[in-house]
């Protein structure tokens, strides 16, 4: 399986508690379904093709992944996220 990890892309550094291991996530957003794939945007703007099956039922189109061997929802970054594309299409609107 090939490793996701463009040279742009923005990563979470993370320390693990245990073995104080440092270690890398990478973030992308999920643009839209297609058949059994998440088409999912990271933002170095690379297109990444992620199995349907690999990523949490629950998510939806403009969820934050975070990617990993066990690919998770950022909730908090979603809710972020969501928040400024609000503001911003407000701002379009005054």
């Known amino acids: 399986m090939k490793r996701l990890t463009p040279n742009n892309a923005r990563k979470r550094v993370l320390i693990c508690y245990y073995t104080k291991e440092v270690m890398e996530e990478l973030l992308a957003i999920i ?14 703007h690379s297109i990444v093709n992620i199995a349907r099956k690999r990523i ?27 928040a400024q594309l609000k503001e911003l299409t407000e701002d379009l609107w005054e």
Do not use: H, N, Y
């Open 56 to 82: 949490p039922s629950a998510a939806r189109e403009g969820d934050v992944l975070v990617l990993g061997e066990i690919i998770t929802i950022d909730v908090e970054e979603t809710e972020k996220r969501k």
């Open 31 to 44: 643009d839209r379904f297609e058949g059994d794939m998440a088409v999912c945007e990271q933002d170095d």
